[in-house]
């Protein structure tokens, strides 16, 4: 046996069982080994941004890390952008990057990079296997470093290490550190301040967005008065029965007025809200200036076991009552009128399945969706999370081949579409169970927001040739039978309730090009 099938051993006594793909030259022996390793399902995507995606919306899901095969320096190049995303949604992935044999590198040869320096911005961990006889060890700790810190690993393996001989050993699971311990002092410092009769706000991301974690964060605002509040995360667990947790605005206005009135913030999952850009004469924290932000808990801790612990501290019981979400999405009408972001998510929520995912990169688009999400049947929510657009197709993929059972629906805004397209073939190779709904309205829309709030109101020839897509049109349908997915075009309302309805009653991909 060699380096790479001790690499894929590794993986797979692991759980680490899906590999998203786009090889070269250099990773030759590790796609041999793959094809020894018939408990390994090998996804291949057309493009690197397709594969890092595809893993982020498949371990966000699974609740465990995917594996991808990226070729060389600008092959990892290629994916950063959706590793980025997967940075900021907190995702356990473990990258393989090939590199040339250790001793090929000092002739320079024309795809030779610093592969090290490519991935640290994106990744949590980066190591090298120094040699076939180090892969066993660089590839638990890349395991174990993506699993305890929830992020992403980037493992470098040079050729020679994958192709190098080893010898045959007896694997056992890695040893996953425990999660980090909430300090009792801070824990204590938020009981105190829950208690104090001032106005509070829990911000819960990341983990404390689901179902049990928020049932718990209810217990506490029913017994306190503290507001429940999220920061976009990874996924969260929606729908009636279950615990709203008010977004907080992506816009910067919207957001300090929505956190205005709060006196202490209680932070679980992730630091204090901050915009997502600078702007002028605005601020760049949503809080007050005389808020206190308690950061309660990271990431790396068990947040619905500190939310547990939270509730004790202030005297509740295990069954303390909370308020759920109502059941509401049978009294939603059928939408009317022009076909727009609005119609188009009443839609789909009054046809939304029990357990479906909603995967959202739908960017100026979102309509009503989050509005109604809370009284519809449980479903996940997973959004685009580092603002890095372009990973709504993957995700969608990757979180259709974690849940086959499920049915996932994607509402992408066509600008951000078209950087991942090729996400679509993945879709169809894998008759993954996707209904990609494309909100086309032939514009950057989120830069044209976005230039109104730096105070451009009027814009010249110049700026509309950057910020429109209609000269020429974007064919949807077209760019989707391409890629083997069926697809069909609503111009009103009523054609995409008409789609939906079939879409959603059968398997396997399906495109809406809905034309707002």
């Known amino acids: 046996m060699n380096g790479a099938d001790m690499l894929c051993d590794v993986l797979l006594v692991n759980g680490i069982d899906v590999c998203f793909a786009n090889p070269g030259t250099s990773e030759m022996h590790f796609v041999a080994a793959l094809d020894r390793k018939p408990g390994m399902r090998c996804v291949l995507g057309l493009s690197e941004g397709v594969v890092t995606g595809a893993a982020d919306g498949y371990a966000r899901m699974a609740d465990k890390p995917a594996a991808t095969l990226l070729h060389l320096g ?136 689901r179902a049990r974690a928020l049932e718990t964060a209810g217990q506490i605002s029913a017994a306190t008065g503290a507001a429940l509040f999220s920061q976009t995360s990874d996924r969260t667990e929606r729908g009636a029965s279950r615990v709203f947790a008010r977004p907080i605005p992506y816009n910067i206005d919207l957001a300090v007025e929505a956190l205005r009135e709060f006196d202490v913030a209680i932070c679980l999952g992730g630091r204090q809200p901050v915009g997502f850009f600078a702007y002028p004469d605005k601020p760049s924290t949503m809080l007050q200036p005389g808020c206190e932000a308690i950061e309660l808990a990271g990431h790396e801790c068990d947040l619905a076991d500190v939310l547990r612990m939270l509730a004790e501290e202030i005297g509740l019981r295990a069954d303390a009552p909370f308020v759920p979400n109502r059941p509401g999405q049978s009294a939603i009408t059928a939408p009317t009128g022009a076909l727009n972001a609005d119609s188009i998510t009443i839609a789909v929520a009054r046809m939304l399945p029990e357990n479906a995912i909603i995967c959202e990169e739908s960017i100026t688009s979102a309509g009503k969706m989050a509005v109604l999400a809370p009284n519809l049947v449980p479903h996940d929510h997973i959004p685009l999370t580092g603002g890095a657009i372009g990973i709504g197709i993957p995700l969608a993929a990757g979180a259709a081949i974690a849940c086959p059972e499920r049915k996932v629906i994607a509402l992408q805004a066509d600008g951000s579409g078209m950087y991942t397209l090729q996400g679509l073939w993945t879709q169809a190779r894998e008759q993954l169970n996707v209904i990609t709904i494309i909100f086309a309205n032939r514009a950057y829309a989120i830069l044209q927001g976005e230039m109104r709030n730096v105070g451009v109101n009027d814009f010249g020839r110049n700026a509309r040739r950057m910020l429109d897509l209609d000269n020429p049109e974007l064919d949807w349908c077209s760019l989707a039978r391409g890629m083997g997915v069926e697809a069909a075009r609503a111009d009103t309302v009523e054609q995409f309730s008409d789609i939906l309805a079939a879409a959603t009653a059968r398997n396997g991909p399906f495109l809406i090009e809905a034309r707002i």
Do not use: C, F
């Open 74 to 209: 600008p092959g990892l190049a290629n994916g950063l952008a959706n590793l980025h995303n997967a940075r900021r949604a907190r995702t356990p992935i473990v990258n393989i990057v090939g590199d040339h044999a250790s001793y090929h590198l000092k002739h320079d040869a024309p795809l030779t990079s610093d592969i090290e320096s490519l991935a640290r911005p994106m990744s949590h961990w980066v190591g090298r296997a120094a040699n076939a006889a180090g892969v066993r060890a660089a590839t638990e700790e890349a395991y174990r470093q993506a699993q305890a810190r929830r992020g992403v690993s980037t493992l470098i393996l040079p050729a020679d290490a994958a192709w190098g001989e080893v010898v045959r050993q007896d694997l056992q699971p890695v040893i996953v550190p425990a999660a980090l311990q909430v300090a009792e002092e801070v824990l204590r410092r938020a009981a105190k301040a829950l208690r104090s009769g001032k106005r509070a706000v829990l911000i819960l991301s990341g983990r404390a967005l």
